[in-house]
């Protein structure tokens, strides 16, 4: 049978970005079916029943039972079977979806307020997912803080990502394109703003992992290296435009020359590349809590022992360059033999 | 046959010795036992909640008409639905049916006097105002953004807001509501005359029954769970934060082990009050008494297990959401027989088209929506996309809102000649039923659409192609709240101006009725007799009270016939 609806589809489901959506949107379609017959006949029988019984002069109500075993019985058992039904169907599809593939590529995720990071096989990590098409992938999900979730609509792919516990899940993208990927549990001040790229490839895997997903600092201007970070642990919170973020922006912090606090003393810097500058960015990454800037809470975790030395004088080469509140690309520095 | 005079005095409107001018004095308020004044205070209160809260939500849809940020910062856009959620639900919608209708009526459908414990259902106000009083206080000065579900960790850990002064205060409340339940269960037990048997009670007092139990057996649970959460936040002993070695599902779990069956809480008095207006204004018995009674108390016990299907994207086991599922889909089934029986129950009925029965059509157009989308949730495969997304959100406002709130509001204009002595305007009170019913479905009818689109929930910023939804939910939510402010106006203006009441002004054959408009402080003036609850024939309309008289069968003292002598 062709279902009617189903090009109607388009207005209340997403695409269909994976084979879950094979599971998952049949069964949303019979539900939909069942519930707009159901509600239909009760929405009219209710409304036919309260014109022609309504009170008006003249009208005498015929005598009628006040219960009927046989019909109670049959709109217990009626209902009771579809349910079972529903029931059945949706618990087989869950089956699916929660028993990966065994050809799964396997990509660590690591969600932080408000950051996601990938981490792939061959240990390139970055902020955007980088997928190729018909391969099926299996996440293991951890928070560093709080409870977060991970969701991209065209894929019909939802779990939570909990601090203390490794989560896993799996799915198959079969379209090609960029998503969305939504944090869908509450997690703080920047949880609308929890929203990465996911990217499928025409590629095959190993063709698109050598072209999208390999990253090697020494290839790299220092700047472009810096800008990596940024997008993986800094652009939850902060920007570099100006624009309010949880955190100060970084527009203007690399000229500046002195800093406000909610407590303790202001700091004066002789520029980005005099010590107080650098000693203070340091410090703000490894011991955030140490000085918190005015107009804003205590919020920052901790990334002392997550960034080596090197990394943060490239965050500190990435903050000279957008201090006027624009990034522009570094050309890749010419190969040294 | 009594006379004219006689009949208004017995069935007509009490103009003075009755509940609100037995005594006088803001004191004669605050210490009163009886519970129909308990009943009133606690309306003050639940409807400044429902205003407040009301303006929280409008504040967060206004806000919602851009895709961006647009006058609220993300802090404040996130307390401000914790300020939403929290007062809806711990001031508002948990404490609206039992504690105003119920605390009004309960004692006089059974034909008593008052509650069992007066004193009890004293106290058990004072612990809503100043518990309320001091819940509002704590989340307004202190920014809470944990949500009103209050997960772990964030809430032990992340929040730096007031979160132990928080949960104190829905610690407070919450000994509220098991005071009442306690007092409700012990009077119906206990306090019901003769002849008013279990197959007896209103349908009403079958769902506050059921209700009681839930709020007596899973309130202590959220009650020790937020101690828990206090102790964690202060202490850091390690029940629910994995960074002391404990871990926020076993939170999980606790807290919707009381928050589901409190959606029963909401929802099963709403059902009862239905069932009363129903039968009256169809002037019919309710169809299957016996099946909707017995239904309230499966679904107050089943919904003590389903609590799991709050969880299903959580990691918990694959088991145990198969079992939760099969146990959520059960609970479909009561419901849906209730929906059944209540249309049946207008068939050949004498129906009445007043606002309170218009205010029962829309609870069943709308419980019927939110029922239905449970659907998908309970359903496995389906809950995976939808899960915290939007679709959840217009789920459970269809339920809570467009089946409680609705469900109040038609209640109080049905019982409003009870409470007050006084009729309302019926134009103008089906004129803000059809805002409310109009502006309900326009605001949540489009959350269903975007959340099955991929819109998450609790989002201040989105993707522009959910701001089409975004704006009509807008619209609808102010069309909602002009439909809920006129309705309440409607009710304060009969309060001080309206007709004249009878004490029987619809024919219903309930206790309640049988007392004047107003009641007089001990309710009944005489004792009771008991009947059926939904003999209609047992009341007849008289003009000269401009309501129903009790119809007294025709008896003869004595045989005026000598018996036939035999012949043989």
């Not at chain 1, 009771?80 to 660590?108: K, M, N």
């Not at chain 1, 624009?326 to 033999?337: A, D, L, M």
């Not at chain 2, 303006?55 to 856009?77: D, K, M, Q």
């Amino acid at each position: 049978m062709i279902n009617p609806i189903h090009s109607l589809a388009q207005f209340y489901l997403p695409p269909k970005g994976s084979t879950f959506a094979d599971v998952t949107d049949p069964l949303f379609d019979a539900i939909l079916w069942i519930s707009i017959v159901s509600f239909v006949a009760i929405v009219v029988v209710m409304c036919w029943f309260a014109i022609i019984y309504r009170r008006r002069p003249g009208y005498k109500p015929l005598p009628s039972p006040s219960h009927s075993t046989l019909l109670e019985l049959i709109w217990t058992i009626g209902p009771t079977l579809i349910l079972v039904w529903i029931f059945f169907q949706g618990a087989s599809g869950y089956s699916t979806l929660r028993t990966p593939d065994q050809d799964a590529e396997l990509i660590e995720v690591t969600a932080s307020q408000f950051n996601w990071k990938f981490t792939y096989p061959n240990g390139d990590f970055g902020d955007t997912l980088h997928l190729s098409v018909n391969q099926p992938v299996r996440l293991q999900l951890v928070s560093e803080d709080v409870i977060h979730s991970f969701y991209v609509p065209e894929f019909r792919a939802k779990m939570d990502v909990m601090p203390g516990r490794r989560h896993s899940m799996w799915f198959k993208p079969t379209l090609v394109g960029e998503f969305k990927l939504f944090c869908t549990e509450y997690c703080g001040d920047g949880h609308s703003k929890m929203v990465k790229n996911v990217i499928v490839h025409p590629e095959p895997w190993d063709e698109m992992m050598r072209k999208y997903v390999r990253w090697k600092d020494a290839e790299n201007h220092p700047v472009a290296n810096g800008a990596r970070l940024y997008n993986v642990y800094c652009s939850g919170c902060h920007s570099f435009d100006g624009s309010a973020k949880t955190g100060p922006s970084f527009k203007g912090l690399a000229s500046s020359t002195n800093r406000e606090f909610v407590s303790g003393s202001p700091l004066t810097f002789g520029g980005a590349d005099s010590d107080e500058w650098k000693n203070y960015v340091s410090e703000s990454i490894k011991r955030p809590d140490a000085r918190i800037v005015k107009g804003y809470a205590n919020q920052m975790p901790s990334f002392e022992g997550k960034l080596s030395e090197e990394q943060l004088g490239y965050i500190m080469q990435f903050l000279k360059a957008v201090d006027g509140g624009t990034y522009s690309e570094p050309p890749k520095p010419e190969k040294t033999q | 046959m009594a006379t004219v005079t006689q009949k208004q005095q017995l069935f007509g409107h009490a103009a003075s010795n009755h509940y609100l001018d037995a005594s006088r004095g803001v004191m004669s308020w605050i210490f009163t036992l009886d519970h129909k004044r308990i009943a009133i205070m606690y309306m003050y209160g639940v409807i400044a909640s429902l205003f407040l809260a009301g303006i929280f939500a409008l504040v967060l849809r206004t806000e919602l008409y851009t895709p961006g940020p647009w006058f609220l910062s993300n802090a404040v856009y996130n307390q401000m639905f914790t300020l939403h959620g929290a007062v809806m639900v711990f001031l508002f919608i948990i404490p609206s049916v039992p504690a105003i209708i119920g605390n009004f009526v309960l004692p006089m459908m059974l034909g008593a006097k008052d509650v069992a414990f007066p004193r009890l259902n004293l106290a058990s106000l004072w612990l809503y105002w100043l518990g309320g009083i001091f819940f509002i206080v704590v989340l307004s000065t202190t920014q809470l953004d944990t949500g009103w579900t209050f997960y772990t960790p964030y809430s032990t850990s992340s929040s730096k807001t007031n979160v132990i002064a928080a949960t104190l205060g829905a610690f407070i409340l919450g000994f509220s509501s098991i005071f009442t339940g306690l007092n409700f269960i012990v009077t119906i037990n206990t306090m019901r005359p003769k002849g008013m048997t279990w197959f007896r009670l209103p349908l009403l007092l079958w769902g506050l029954y059921s209700t009681s139990i839930i709020q007596v057996l899973a309130t202590p649970v959220l009650g020790i769970t937020l101690l828990l959460l206090i102790v964690e936040r202060t202490l850091k002993l390690g029940i629910f934060d994995p960074a002391y070695g404990g871990d926020p599902l076993l939170y999980q779990h606790f807290f919707w082990f009381y928050s589901h069956p409190a959606v029963y809480i909401m929802i099963l008095p709403a059902m009862g009050v239905i069932s009363e207006m129903l039968a009256v204004h169809c002037r019919k018995e309710v169809f299957g008494y016996k099946f909707i009674a017995m239904s309230s108390v499966a679904i107050a016990l089943i919904g003590f297990l389903v609590w799991g299907h709050h969880m299903f994207t959580s990691g918990q086991s694959e088991l145990t959401s198969l079992v939760f599922s099969a146990i959520t889909f059960s609970v479909a089934v009561p419901s849906a027989v209730k929906v059944f029986n209540w249309l049946c129950t207008m068939y050949r009925g004498d129906i009445n088209l007043s606002t309170p029965m218009l205010y029962v059509m829309s609870f069943i157009f709308l419980f019927g929506i939110g029922g239905l989308t449970g659907l998908w949730l309970g359903a496995l495969s389906t809950d995976i996309p939808l899960h915290d997304t939007y679709f959840v959100v217009a789920h459970f406002h269809y339920v809570m809102v467009g089946g409680t709130m609705t469900a109040l509001l038609g209640g109080l204009f049905h019982w409003w000649p009870k409470f007050s002595g006084r009729m309302y305007n019926e134009p103008l009170g089906k004129l803000f039923c059809f805002f409310v019913f109009a502006g309900f479905n326009l605001t949540f009818f489009p959350q269903f659409i975007m959340g099955s689109l991929g819109m998450p929930r609790r989002y201040h910023e989105y993707a522009e192609i959910y701001q089409i939804y975004h704006q009509a939910s807008t619209w609808g939510a102010f069309t909602l709240g002009i439909g809920i402010f006129g309705a309440v106006m409607v009710l304060v203006y009969a309060w001080f101006f309206g007709r004249k009441a009878s004490g029987n002004p619809w024919g219903a054959a309930t206790l309640e009725w049988q007392c004047s408009s107003p009641p007089s402080f001990h309710n009944f003036e005489h004792r009771v007799i008991v009947s059926e609850p939904y003999d209609f024939e047992s009341v007849i309309y008289d003009e000269s009270v401009d309501g129903y008289i009790p119809v007294i069968p025709k008896r003869d003292l004595a045989p005026n016939q000598q018996p036939a002598t035999a012949t043989h």
